[in-house]
């Protein structure tokens, strides 16, 4: 051992990247099934709508209103994201030697490291869609939702005017009696915190506090994807270019859904392992739906002006 070495102390510690959390994957914002038989390409399911209207009548008339039933169904792409890792002919020897020796199975964290990647692409794509796949639509981003291209400016306005506004995003969204009320809010980073810091007049409640109070049951979140930078970056085509967004939705099942397979970011079987040389190339694969919206009309988005 050199001298350098005995005067360099090894903790018994490892320093791991620190990843954020992924809430459109992990179920947090979009209700998720688990419920993708091996190998699907799409999935479906009926869809009935009623027709038809009544009248006043009377017994001679000849043109009374009928009721139909209009049949389909909806039919929903399903898509295999994957991500693999190569592992050479004299890694594979060094690393079963080395795990032999009671060292970190390095086999596993690549796996892992596999699964992450997946992962972290699937929250993208739940979020924004696929630029170049049009089936695969985004939450955020999906043309079935209805839009507000607001003018309101958040951050010129003040407690009152803020206030009102939101109130009546909130209540447009439930003046039709069809319509679920809103469980969740979800706010480009600048609006949050303005939300947090704007304060009343007597400065002992923020907006953030008030809207909790009138509205107990609306969860709030602050999500990045919502930002103009990135909505625009995704590649969709919307009027109001160039700014943030808000959302309004019912958490649901019967509002909104996405399906996975139960195994999440599985390997491919054996035979599936690719050589390329003294390599081979060992491949996870996680298959999953866009989020589905069955009621567009219960959620909404808000499109507002993006901080100076």
Not at 282 to 296: E, G, H, N
Request: glycine share 6%; aromatic share 10%; charged share 20%.
């Amino acid at each position: 051992m050199s001298f350098y070495n005995m005067l360099t102390q090894v903790l018994e510690r490892t320093l791991e990247v620190r990843y954020p959390s992924l809430p459109f994957e992990n179920g947090e914002l979009v209700p998720t099934l688990t419920d993708l038989q091996a190998g699907t390409r799409e999935i479906m399911y009926d869809r009935i709508a009623e027709i038809g209207d009544a009248d006043i009548t009377n017994d001679a008339a000849t043109n009374i209103p009928v009721v139909e039933l209009e049949l389909g169904e909806d039919r929903y792409p399903v898509f295999m994201v994957a991500s693999g890792f190569p592992v050479s002919f004299q890694q594979e020897r060094a690393w079963n030697l080395r795990a032999s020796n009671g060292e970190t199975n390095r086999y596993q964290r690549l796996i892992g490291a596999a699964r992450r990647a997946i992962a972290q692409r699937i929250n993208r794509f739940t979020a924004l869609g696929v630029a170049n796949l049009p089936s695969f639509t985004g939450f955020l981003t999906n043309p079935v939702i209805p839009l507000d291209n607001s003018s309101f400016n958040p951050y010129t306005a003040d407690y009152q005017l803020t206030l009102d506004f939101i109130v009546g995003l909130i209540e447009a969204q439930t003046d039709n009696f069809t319509s679920e009320s809103p469980t969740e809010i979800l706010l480009p980073l600048n609006i949050y915190r303005r939300w947090m810091s704007l304060m009343n007049g007597l400065g002992s409640m923020s907006l953030r506090q008030q809207i909790d109070g009138l509205y107990p049951g609306l969860v709030s979140w602050k999500i990045q994807e919502l930002s103009a930078a990135q909505i625009d970056a995704s590649g969709i085509t919307r009027p109001s270019v160039g700014k943030d967004r808000i959302m309004l939705y019912p958490k649901y099942l019967n509002i909104v859904h996405r399906h996975i397979e139960q195994k999440i970011a599985d390997m491919v079987p054996e035979q599936y392992i690719r050589t390329d040389g003294l390599r081979r190339i060992y491949t996870l694969f996680s298959c999953v739906t866009p989020a589905i919206f069955d009621y567009p009309q219960d959620c909404r988005y808000i499109d507002i002006m993006t901080k100076p």
